[in-house]
């Protein structure tokens, strides 16, 4: 799996915790159910597509550092 697949994966798990099925997810993001399933099976999905099934859910995506202990340690903040 990519890290895209395992993100739409994250999503779609919440949308069904909160009742959402995946045709309402798809609409109220504003792509077909169609586009969904391909980008579940693996095809690529523009990160704003991506942003936009997260908002339906209530979630927000965000950049974070590959490693953050690392960052810490190599600036002396690990105990700030």
């Known amino acids: 799996m990519t890290e895209t ?3 739409l994966q994250q999503i ?3 949308g069904k915790a909160q009742g959402l ?3 309402v997810l798809a609409q109220r993001a504003g792509i077909t159910p169609e586009s969904l399933s391909r980008a579940k099976k693996g095809a690529d999905m523009r990160v ?3 942003n936009e099934l997260a908002h339906v859910v209530g979630l927000k995506l965000s950049l ?3 490693a ?3 960052e810490k340690i190599n600036s002396g903040t ?3």
Do not use: N
Request: aromatic share 4%; net charge negative; glycine share 4%.
């Open 5 to 7: 697949t395992d993100l």
């Open 12 to 14: 779609l798990t919440l």
């Open 21 to 23: 099925t995946q045709i």
């Open 48 to 50: 704003s597509t991506l």
């Open 64 to 66: 974070v550092s590959g």
């Open 68 to 70: 953050p202990l690392r």
């Open 78 to 80: 690990l105990f700030e």
